[in-house]
């Protein structure tokens, strides 16, 4: 009887720690194939929800901003993008940067880059992907055959609807003496939302993730980045990975930002964010200042803080 009772006992302490584990593991996904026990750089498009003293809670995610550069008042219902590190273990996020998302992905929205199939006066084509594009922000030189990028969310009714569509420069190789333009596939990139078996769901959208690479470790809530398989009906992951500045500023080249001094905490107006660091769908032009504002740190804080001192032309208009 004795040894019935430890039994019972050791099941309850071990359910009782299993519960207690939960929440926090929960959000952190791990697949065949996929790299996991090592920090990556990581990137939150969100609203906060939540302020609780050094921490934020956004999409779910506590987040750790007591070593942060804040360029924003931070208040609760506030919009903000958060570029950070994500410990091995995948539970703990650990903010560098936190600013307002004023380009590129808004919180509830995706971003789609790929050659353009088809468009007309109300929808795009990418990808075999129809986008309603019909109150959309359209910048020079959209066509077929053109790479763009289109920021999107996704109706009531399950429609794609644009908000902005530009074209993007497209990383060229040198064949012999002449240079060829590469084949980009179609990527898409937005918040993961669910990880399912077989499948994961982004921003809304669902993606098969049979036979596909998964790089890091999946969480939910922070941006990820599909790249679609071609040829298939429905639509499928080649690879998805964490969306992250680190590789934008890779592919970008030398960022040309302005080294001001620390930023505002907790305060004052927005001090400069967008320093130049390019989207990596974008080569080596830089095709808009800002680029996902995925820049370097921030200048000095308060009026005096300069914004969007990305350097290069402006041929895109306000991304």
């Not at 030189?141 to 530009?166: C, H, N, P």
């Amino acid at each position: 009887m004795f040894r019935t009772s430890r039994r019972w006992l050791y099941l309850v302490f071990a359910v009782l720690i299993g519960l207690s584990l939960a929440p926090q593991a929960r959000a952190v996904f791990a697949h065949p194939g996929q790299q996991t026990g090592v920090a990556s750089a990581v990137e939150i498009v969100g609203v906060i929800d939540a302020i609780d003293g050094k921490t934020l809670t956004v999409n779910g995610l506590t987040i750790d901003i007591s070593k942060a550069q804040i360029n924003l008042a931070l208040t609760v219902g506030a919009k903000v993008k958060i570029e950070g590190l994500q410990a091995a273990n995948g539970l703990t996020i650990t903010a560098r940067e936190v600013n307002a998302p004023k380009t590129g992905i808004q919180p509830g929205e995706s971003e789609i880059v790929g050659v353009v199939d088809s468009v007309n006066g109300t929808t795009i084509v990418i990808g075999g992907q129809t986008i309603d594009i019909s109150n959309a922000e359209i910048k020079a030189g959209v066509m077929a055959g053109k790479t763009v990028k289109v920021e999107f969310s996704i109706d009531s009714a399950g429609q794609l609807v644009a908000r902005e569509v530009q074209v993007v420069a497209t990383t060229t190789t040198t064949v012999g003496s002449k240079p060829s333009v590469s084949e980009e596939n179609t990527e898409i990139t937005g918040t993961l939302e669910q990880v399912g078996d077989g499948f994961v769901i982004v921003s809304g959208q669902r993606f098969s993730t049979n036979g596909a690479e998964i790089k890091g470790q999946l969480v939910v809530g922070v941006l990820v980045k599909v790249e679609l398989r071609d040829g298939e009906t429905e639509l499928t992951a080649k690879q998805i990975e964490n969306s992250h500045p680190e590789d934008r500023r890779r592919n970008a080249g030398p960022s040309k930002s302005s080294k001001g001094n620390n930023p505002q905490v907790f305060g004052g107006k927005s001090s400069s964010e967008d320093h130049g660091g390019q989207d990596d769908h974008n080569g080596g032009s830089n095709t808009d200042d800002s680029h996902d504002d995925h820049g370097g740190n921030s200048g000095s804080g308060g009026d005096s803080g300069s914004g969007d001192q990305g350097g290069g032309h402006d041929s895109g208009g306000d991304h």
